[in-house]
């Protein structure tokens, strides 16, 4: 046959190559700040993986120091994390996959141009496990070095681990991609999205729940069982048996322990070769008819309803702008399912939350009074990483979802200031009632005394409210207005920033407290005065540090987006 009327066949290498100059333009493109950002991202990384790598290796060295059950605690310890990283990795590749393999912009021109069905196949895949396991990757390179260096793994160790952690990361990529395949059969993809976020939040919620409902922490205390057989059969048991997490950890173990053994490695790659088989026949026979559902539009009312009706009633004493404006931000959180989804798995948070501190030992021998008092103070610090975090992912987006549509707003002759504080309080309203509900229901728990449940509840307060600014004010700050994904804004450079200035403002209130605190308990403790001096001193300070916290931030915020030009 004549070259030229040969028919194209693109290596898969060329399919993803776009993919890849669009990621090194934007790592390498000229923004001011921008070396500055990555070396403090470094810094970052490198401290977290020093903590988990210096953590698990004084566990795993604890671990070789017990006769007979070393192993097996080990075993265990792999095993539950090796699990968990299974579970993220197929809830990341299922919704990956849904905007990989069928609303990718690319898509229009590879489904239409020859291209091979497999490769396209192999290329979208990869490009899914990859978006989906570059942070299970991250994680695992500290736990497999502290797991190689406590057992002396030697220099053949990380060839090991590379063989038997890739088949285990194709795995659920096939599966997720294949699931997200079927479902976009059955359903449109616009509504698949919406499914596939629930069930997601919805599985990730369950296997949290059930991974604290489990309590692992027992494994650490022998003398909770009733007997040594029962302690030694609970650790002897497999984590997961049936699953690629349980080979992974078989195959491992058997080498820091000298007793090499290739099944689990066979049984690994074989998996994986069938899966990939497997998926690429499910591909070819209904990724077509798949592709075609995704390209309808989706369907949307607006009208208004008894809610709508409901809301202008409620918020009518504010006037017509603050009611209209709080009434939009409303309209747009419940209307993003990926926004609202992630309700229910903050419910389950907050459950799994309140359950620890249930379950803290602060009855019995050796606890004093001192101690009792002391734990609800420092659960303020708990709350508060608890609340910084709800903030960074329901307030600190508000501003970078307005989008496109931003413009409008400008152009109207409505304040800017006004469309701030309407985010600000409809942020803020929600995170203080989960605020005070968490203090007064672990309080009661604790049954703390009437001066650190009034202390626990102010400064669980002051403290939502300086973090609901300081969130709004680095969402404007850093604004991520092209996004596509709401979800994807707080891991960026502001969201880092924000939660290091978050950190910083917890540990600021909490060691401002520290002293009045303190001295109120060891005057409780031995019958001594308080000095009012130091309550008024350290209370005051936090309360004024809580206040400029949350003032400054949004007039920041209020000058950088009147100087926004959309």
């Known amino acids: 046959m004549p070259e030229a009327a040969r028919r194209p066949d693109p290596p898969v290498s060329l399919l993803l190559r776009p993919k890849w100059l669009t990621a090194r333009a934007r790592a390498m493109q000229n923004e001011r700040g921008r070396s500055a950002r990555f070396a403090l991202l470094a810094f970052i990384g490198m401290l977290f993986w020093v903590f988990i790598y210096t953590l698990l290796f004084k566990l795993l060295v604890y671990f070789r120091s017990v006769p007979d059950l070393g192993p097996f605690l080990a075993g265990k310890l792999l095993g539950m994390i090796l699990i968990g990283f299974f579970s993220i990795l197929f809830l990341s590749n299922i919704i990956t996959a849904l905007s990989s393999f069928f609303l990718a912009r690319d898509l229009d021109l590879l489904v239409g141009a020859p291209v091979d069905w497999l490769k ?4 979208k895949l990869l490009e899914t496990g990859v978006n989906s396991s570059w942070m299970v990757v991250l994680l695992a390179v500290p736990m497999f070095t502290a797991f190689g260096s406590a057992y002396h793994g030697g220099w053949l160790f990380p060839l090991l681990v590379i063989g038997v952690f890739v088949p285990f990361l194709v795995v659920p990529a096939v599966i997720g991609s294949a699931l997200t395949l079927i479902l976009v059969n059955v359903f449109p993809a616009r509504r698949t999205r919406d499914i596939l976020s629930v069930i997601a939040v919805l599985a990730a919620g369950g296997i949290v729940l059930l991974f604290r409902i489990v309590r692992p922490e027992r494994l650490a205390r022998p003398e909770g069982f009733r007997s040594l057989v029962g302690f030694v059969s609970e650790l002897q048991t497999p984590t997961s048996p049936f699953l690629p997490s349980e080979w992974v950890q078989r195959a ?18 074989t998996t994986a070769a069938a899966a990939f088989v497997l998926g690429a026949l499910l591909h070819k026979r209904y990724y077509p008819i798949g592709f075609s559902k995704a390209q309808e539009s989706g369907e949307r009312l607006a009208r208004g309803g008894a809610m709508g009706r409901l809301g202008r009633t409620i918020f009518s004493p504010l006037g017509i702008l603050r009611r209209e404006l709080v009434l939009k931000e409303l309209r747009l959180f419940f209307r993003d399912t990926t926004q609202w989804s992630q309700l229910i798995l903050l419910t389950v948070l907050v459950i799994v939350y309140v359950f620890n501190i249930k379950y803290l030992p602060l009855r019995g021998e050796g606890i004093t ?9 420092l659960n303020l610090v708990l709350a508060g990483f608890v609340l910084a975090s709800v903030a960074a992912r329901f307030v600190f987006p508000s501003v970078s ?11 109207s002759p409505m304040p800017v200031r006004q469309l701030l504080w ?19 229901v672990t309080d009661w728990l604790l049954q703390v005394s009437d001066f650190m449940f009034a202390v626990s509840v102010m400064t669980i307060a002051m403290m939502t409210i300086a973090l609901c600014g300081m969130a709004l004010g680095f969402g404007t700050m850093f604004p991520q207005f092209e996004t596509e994904n709401a979800a994807q804004i707080p891991t960026s450079f502001g969201g880092l920033m924000f939660m290091i200035a978050s950190v910083g403002l917890i540990a600021c209130v909490v060691v401002l407290e520290a002293r009045p605190v303190y001295g109120y308990l060891s005057a409780k403790l031995y019958g001594t005065p308080t000095s009012m001096t130091d309550m008024i001193f350290g209370f005051g300070l936090a309360a004024l540090l809580c206040i400029v916290a949350t003032i400054i931030p949004i007039r920041v915020a209020n000058r950088r987006l009147e100087a926004v030009e959309r």
């Open 120 to 123: 396209l196949y192999a290329a």
């Open 252 to 269: 491992i173990l058997s080498w820091l322990q000298e007793r090499p053994d290739l099944l689990p490695v066979y049984l690994l790659w």
């Open 369 to 377: 009074f001192f101690l009792v008092n002391v734990i609800p103070f």
């Open 401 to 411: 979802l307005e989008g496109r549509t931003l413009w409008l707003l400008k152009s």
């Open 422 to 440: 309407a985010k600000f309080w409809v942020g803020t309203t929600p995170l203080l009632a989960l605020a005070l509900g968490i203090v007064f």
